[in-house]
C-alpha cells in the first residue's frame, strides 16, 4: 500500500509518499497547504492508474 500525506514543516508544506510503512520520497516544498493538496490528490490518481492500494490522508488541521 502506498501512502500520500500532506504535511507542514517548519511553515513549508510537503507530501509524504511512503509504501508499506517505509518512507520513499518527500515532495516540495509548496507554496501553501492547497498546492500539496493538489500534489497529494495528482499522486494518488497515477498510483490508482497504476491499479496499487493507496491510502491518502489529509493535512493536520485540513477537512476535506
Known amino acids: 500500500m502506498i501512502a500520500i500525506t500532506p504535511t ?5 508544506f510537503w ?3 511512503s509504501m508499506d510503512g517505509h518512507k520513499m520520497r518527500r515532495h ?3 507554496a501553501d497547504a492547497d498546492e500539496a493538496e493538489v500534489t497529494a490528490v ?3 490518481a ?3 492508474v497504476m491499479n496499487t492500494d493507496v491510502h ?3 493535512a493536520a488541521g485540513r477537512k476535506r
Do not use: I, S
Open 8 to 12: 507542514e514543516t517548519g511553515g513549508q
Open 46 to 48: 497515477v498510483c490508482r
Open 56 to 58: 491518502m490522508q489529509a
Open 15 to 17: 507530501v509524504r509518499v
Open 28 to 30: 516540495g516544498p509548496f
Open 42 to 44: 495528482r499522486l494518488a
